[in-house]
């Protein structure tokens, strides 16, 4: 049975903008922060990868900076985009490392779980 991409549509109400195709992004790995009803962790939220919040998702058991060839995963360093959880990109908040945004780039089901204001505040493009 084939999942079902939710419509691609931003937090803003747009057509959802690709995040990163190098390293290739996404639930789907499309390069979007596309989802569906089975990516239970919404990787909806398009970030900008920081020194800071790379070592808390480590800390947190989610280790995303080291390469997993098995899995056909790069490993991320600072400055690349990735399509992450809404809930982590929360918690990252919460811990003062949240990562910069592209609005345009992240899925408007991160509103189920992260309000857009909390969003703007980390925005690198605008409306």
């Given at each position: 049975m084939?999942?079902?991409?939710?419509p691609?549509?931003?937090v803003?109400?747009?057509?959802?903008?690709?995040?990163?195709?190098?390293?290739k992004t996404?639930?789907f790995r499309?390069?979007?922060?596309?989802t569906?009803?089975?990516?239970?962790?919404s990787?909806t939220?398009c970030?900008?990868?920081?020194a800071?919040?790379?070592?808390l998702?480590?800390y947190?058991?989610?280790d995303?900076s080291?390469?997993?060839p098995?899995?056909g995963?790069?490993?991320l360093?600072?400055?690349?985009?990735w399509?992450?959880?809404?809930?982590?990109?929360?918690?990252?908040h919460?811990?003062?490392v949240a990562?910069?945004?592209y609005?345009?780039?992240t899925?408007r089901?991160?509103?189920?779980i992260?309000p857009?204001?909390?969003?703007?505040r980390y925005?690198l493009?605008t409306?």
């Open positions: 084939a999942l079902r991409i939710a691609s549509v931003n803003l109400g747009g057509n959802l903008a690709p995040c990163s195709h190098d390293p996404g639930f499309n390069g979007c922060c596309d569906c009803i089975e990516d239970r962790g990787h939220v970030a900008v990868m920081t800071e919040f790379l070592a998702s480590k947190l058991g989610n995303l080291t390469p997993r098995e899995f995963f790069p490993g360093k600072p400055g690349d985009q399509c992450l959880c809404a809930r982590r990109f929360l918690q990252a919460e811990e003062d990562p910069h945004v609005l345009k780039s899925h089901r991160t509103l189920d992260v857009l204001e909390i969003l703007k925005a493009d409306e």
